[in-house]
């Protein structure tokens, strides 16, 4: 495998590893029941996606 020519210097390393982190999910709350729910996705809890019944849900017995 080939070798660097030439040392990196801390901060161009540091500076490069500086992207390696994880970010939350951004959430929104559904405009039909209030449940928090990813960006253009279908509510998990009703169903609805902008304002529109998307999946019908089965009523909890």
């Known amino acids: 495998m080939p070798h660097p020519k030439r040392k990196l210097s801390r901060s161009r390393r540091d500076s490069r590893r500086g992207q ?12 039909n029941c209030g449940a928090p729910t990813l ?9 609805y996606y902008r304002g529109k019944l998307a999946i ?3 009523a909890a017995v």
């Open 56 to 58: 019908e849900k089965k």
């Open 39 to 47: 960006y253009h996705r279908v509510c998990g809890e009703c169903g």
């Open 20 to 31: 390696d982190k994880a970010v939350a999910s951004t959430m929104s709350t559904c405009s």
